[in-house]
């Protein structure tokens, strides 16, 4: 295949424009815009330079600063019917031949001859010319855009079209062409829109798309991310040094990430809260600041104790921006005024009195109350000490009792019914049992055994901590499973793929010897008593071939072993994590010596020979 030379070179820009998308959606959506257009434009023969996507919550825009208008001119090459089909004995055409002919465009006597293992065939070339890139982009763009992977999406009257908030405008030009992609009922045109409030939503024609960002930005619209993540880091630094010399940004890249998506033009400022709020945990306060208000929270470099100032980004401009700010602080000081009073209120009930409110919460319909569950985290951890997490020592009363009190702060006013804290479960539960004069052990217990809380979160610090840990996933594990929660495809309500990920890591993180197939039985036994109809034995089944399989893909993903190591070692040797892992670094490091060669060609022969007589072993994989 050769291609011939293009023409001209044109930028090309395409720009999506909604409703405001939830910040979190808006990085992956863009890393997929630039990947899907990328892989778009190299099948279609469309080369391009200087591909980058930019976004705010209300657009997303890719921006070629150079793409070819039109394709290159192709030869290729059609492969015919065998010679002895295209033509007689007596070496005269037949339909078959000349019907190749006329379908490639050439002549029967200008086809060549190709031959491969099944012998000799006819062979014509000829010169497919380039299409406009504008034809290409109306065909390719639609699917692109609405190929674009999200969390959620929605419908939004009549139309089948699928987007995370509806669709307001499309813009698509080449040059300064506008590109009529369709898109459902939309028509791509040259017309974008402005900040809703700086610019009162006003309409704005490009001319072409590198005059966009700055047409944009003529009507209130920094369609940058990069440049509104400048802005908004040095705005804030600026107000802190007007304020105070010591005065620190607490670093924060995730709420920054969150909050550069949040706005199409940042304008940081400083507010202000109570010291009397002071009296909360630190991590009540930036919990309030940070997961309900987009707030960034400030401490001092000298104390590392928090000032009571917090730092947050406007979308909008200055005006009136006094106001913003007291409207900011009265919403603020609010949700403190609540956390502290919850705060105190729950001071009022004992470790004991919160343990007893839990047979009162369902756990899962069916399945028992929370109360139940804890003593079932009980018994198991006890069961997990005694066999191989204990290292060899009596099961510690600290260990019982953080079981007993690990799930008590879900009926807390700070937690409980979806209030304003919940992503501090554990942490306000140690913090109650501390207060109440709980030993450190207990109290560390209650705190770390939710970790950890994602898929690479840190570990539980201490040995406690991590087998309560692992007590309350294998639980979760198996009640879901019965219960009917098992994951299917792209669905697992209730994470469990999350908890084996995270039995497996503090199992390895341990270094000790434990057997999983038997933790996972006695975790069923703790939930078979609400079995009813349902067949624990057959649960456990699955789960067991679910849990290898997690540990396949976390072995070779994860920790780098050979997948031909992990497939000949899990099926014998999975029951004991450390030990299979051993035992498939260990293969991995054999299997290229030849002395190990010569024994499995050994093996598959014996094996070969007996067939039936002897186990399968996975050895023959390697």
């Not at 024609?205 to 700055?214: G, N, Q, V």
């Not at 079932?376 to 009190?405: K, M, S, Y």
């Not at 994860?558 to 014998?572: F, G, K, M, Q, T």
Request: glycine share 8%; proline share 6%.
């Amino acid at each position: 295949m050769t291609q011939s030379d293009h023409s001209t070179f044109l930028p090309f820009l395409l720009e999506i424009g909604s409703e405001e998308i939830p910040a979190r959606f808006i990085p992956d959506s863009m890393a997929e815009l630039e990947r899907l257009s990328a892989e778009a434009f190299e099948n279609a023969h469309l080369e391009c330079g200087g591909l980058r996507v930019m976004a705010t919550p209300r657009r997303l825009a890719l921006l070629v600063e150079k793409m070819s208008s039109r394709q290159p001119d192709r030869e290729v090459e059609l492969k015919g019917p065998p010679v002895s089909v295209a033509f007689d004995d007596q070496g005269q055409p037949t339909p078959a031949g000349e019907g190749f002919a006329r379908k490639a465009g050439v002549s029967l006597a200008d086809c060549g001859r190709g031959s491969d293992k099944r012998g000799e065939y006819l062979v014509a070339r000829k010169v497919e010319p380039g299409r406009p890139a504008a034809e290409v982009l109306t065909e390719i763009m639609p699917g692109i855009i609405l190929g674009l992977p999200f969390r959620k999406v929605m419908r939004w009257g009549d139309h089948d079209l699928e987007y995370p908030r509806p669709l307001q405008w499309l813009v698509a030009l080449l040059g300064t062409d506008v590109v009529p992609l369709e898109v459902d009922y939309f028509t791509a045109g040259r017309v974008t829109r402005g900040h809703r409030t700086l610019a009162r939503d006003a309409e704005v024609e490009i001319a072409d798309p590198s005059a966009y960002t700055e047409a944009l930005r003529a009507v209130g619209v920094i369609v940058d991310h990069q440049e509104r993540r400048t802005l908004i880091s040095e705005g804030i630094q600026r107000e802190l040094d007007n304020y105070h010399p010591e005065a620190r940004l607490v670093a924060d890249g995730e709420l920054l990430e969150e909050v550069v998506f949040l706005c199409e033009h940042p304008t940081p400022f400083l507010g202000s809260y109570s010291e009397d709020y002071f009296a909360l945990p630190r991590e009540v306060i930036t919990t309030a600041l940070k997961a309900h208000q987009r707030y960034f929270s400030v401490d001092s470099s000298g104390t590392d104790g928090l000032m009571p100032r917090f730092a947050a980004a406007r979308d909008g401009g200055t005006e009136h921006l006094d106001n913003v700010v007291r409207g900011n602080e009265r919403v603020l000081n609010a949700r403190l005024a609540d956390a502290l009073f919850y705060w105190e209120f729950d001071q009022k009930k004992s470790p004991d009195e919160f343990r007893a409110m839990l047979d009162s919460v369902t756990w899962l319909e069916g399945f028992g109350s929370v109360g139940d569950k804890a003593g079932r985290l009980g018994v198991l951890a006890d069961w997990l000490w005694r066999n191989g997490l204990g290292d060899g020592e009596a099961t510690p009363a600290h260990l019982l009792r953080a079981a007993e009190l690990c799930k008590s702060d879900l009926v807390s006013e700070m937690i409980r019914d979806g209030k304003e804290f919940t992503k501090l479960e554990g942490f306000i539960g140690a913090r109650y049992a501390s207060l109440a004069g709980e030993p450190d052990e207990v109290c560390r217990g209650i705190e770390h055994h939710y970790l950890p809380r994602s898929a690479g979160g840190d570990l539980p610090p201490d040995r406690i901590s991590s087998v309560l840990s692992v007590a309350d996933r294998l639980d979760n594990v198996a009640g879901c499973w019965l219960a009917g929660f098992a994951p299917t495809g792209a669905k697992d309500p209730y994470a469990l793929r999350r908890h084996v990920l995270a039995i497996l890591r503090i199992l390895l993180g341990l270094e000790e010897r434990v057997d999983l197939e038997a933790a996972l039985s006695e975790a069923m036994k703790g939930v078979a008593c609400f079995a009813g109809d349902r067949k624990p034995a057959e649960a456990l089944v699955g789960i067991n071939d679910f849990v290898r399989t997690r540990m396949a893909g976390f072995f070779t993903d994860n920790l780098d072993c050979s997948p031909e190591a992990v497939r000949a070692v899990l099926p014998v040797r999975w029951r004991d994590p450390q030990d299979a892992l051993d035992w498939t670094r260990a293969l991995a490091g054999f299997r290229d010596r030849d002395d190990f060669q010569l024994l499995a060609t050994g093996f598959k022969r014996c094996r070969n020979i007996l067939k039936d007589d002897v186990l399968p072993l996975s050895l023959i994989h390697i």
